[in-house]
C-alpha cells in the first residue's frame, strides 16, 4: 500500500485572546491520498483554519503546532518560509472563497493565470500562452483568447471562480485545497464549477480537501468525510455512508437541511446539549 500524500497528526491552531489562549483546532488528525476528502462543519468548526495550517498561511499572533504534519515525505513544520513559497502552488494549491478578493484588479486574467505558471517554472512566450489558453479552456471558458485579455472586474462571479480554478491548477499541484469554492456563485453555478474540480482532479490524479459546510455537496464529489465541530473531527465516515452517520451532531446537521419534498412545518435546530465534542469513529 502507498504512503499517504498527507499525514496530519495532532494538529493544534491556536490564538490568543483577552482571556487566554484559545484553540481554534484541537489536536485533528487524519490521512489523504490520491482520493477526494471532504471537511464539513458549520462556520467556525474550523475547516478553513485546517486549511489554511496545511500550507503555513496561519500568521502570528496564530500558533500552528503539531505532533507530525508531512506532504509527500516532507515535513511541513520544518520548512522554511522560502520553501514553503516554492511549495505552494508548485504542490499544493488553495482555491479561496470569493474570487474578487484573490484576483488582481490591475492585471489581466491571462497575466494572472501565466504568473501561476512562470513563478515555478520558466518556459518560452509562445508555449506560456498555449497553456494559458488550454487550462482556460479546461475549465470551460468560452472563447479563452478574448477572456484571457479581460480584467477582473469584466468577469461574471462564476467566471472568476473558473479563473481562480484555472490558476490553481496550471502548475499541475499534487493537492488541491477547495475552500467553500462555490459560496459565492449561485446555484445554478455551482454543480458546474464542482464538475470542473471533479474532472480536472480526477483526470489529473490529485489528492482534493473540499471544505464545505453543505453535506449534500460534499457526499457527491468526495470519497471520504470529516466532520468537525468546534475544532474537532467527530466523526468520519465514507461519503457513501453519510445517512448513517451516528454522531448526534452530524445527524443534526442532515437532520437541518430542507428537503425538495419538504413537509416538515419548521427545520430542526441542533441541541448542543445532547452531545460532548471528542474524536469520532
Known amino acids: 500500500m502507498s504512503a499517504p500524500l498527507l499525514e496530519v497528526d495532532g494538529l493544534t491552531v491556536t490564538f490568543p485572546t483577552a482571556r487566554g489562549p484559545v484553540d481554534v483546532v484541537k489536536g485533528i488528525s487524519f490521512t489523504l491520498g490520491r482520493e477526494r476528502l471532504g471537511i464539513v462543519g458549520e462556520s467556525g468548526s474550523g475547516k478553513s483554519m485546517t486549511g489554511r495550517s496545511i500550507l503555513r498561511l496561519i500568521r502570528k499572533p496564530g500558533k ?11 515535513d511541513l513544520l520544518r520548512r522554511s518560509e522560502r ?66 485579455g479581460l480584467y477582473p472586474h469584466e468577469v461574471s462571479g462564476g467566471m472568476g471562480q473558473r479563473i481562480m480554478i484555472a490558476m490553481m491548477l496550471i502548475p499541475e499541484p499534487d493537492l488541491l485545497i477547495a475552500d467553500e469554492p462555490t459560496s459565492a456563485l449561485d446555484v445554478s453555478v455551482q454543480a458546474q464549477v464542482l464538475d470542473i474540480i471533479d474532472d480536472l482532479v480526477t483526470g489529473k490524479g490529485m489528492g482534493l480537501i473540499l471544505i464545505s459546510h453543505d453535506l449534500n455537496l460534499v457526499s457527491r464529489y468526495c470519497d471520504r468525510i470529516l466532520v468537525m465541530n468546534s475544532g474537532e473531527i467527530v466523526e468520519q465516515c465514507k461519503a457513501s455512508d453519510l445517512h448513517n452517520a451516528q454522531h448526534p451532531y452530524t445527524r443534526g446537521l442532515i437532520a437541518a437541511m430542507p428537503r425538495m419534498n419538504e413537509d416538515r412545518d419548521e427545520l430542526p435546530v441542533l441541541d448542543r446539549s445532547t452531545w460532548t465534542t471528542g474524536a469520532g469513529t
Open 64 to 74: 500552528v503546532t503539531a505532533r507530525r504534519m508531512t506532504f509527500d515525505g516532507m
Open 83 to 148: 520553501q514553503m513559497r516554492d511549495l505552494r502552488g508548485a504542490r499544493i494549491s488553495m482555491v479561496m472563497q470569493d474570487p474578487k478578493f484573490s484576483l488582481n484588479p490591475v492585471m489581466t486574467v491571462g497575466e494572472q493565470i501565466a504568473e501561476a505558471l512562470v513563478t515555478h517554472k520558466k518556459l518560452p512566450r509562445r508555449e506560456l500562452k498555449e497553456r494559458v489558453l488550454a487550462m482556460l479552456e479546461a475549465v470551460r471558458i468560452n472563447d479563452p483568447a478574448r477572456v484571457a
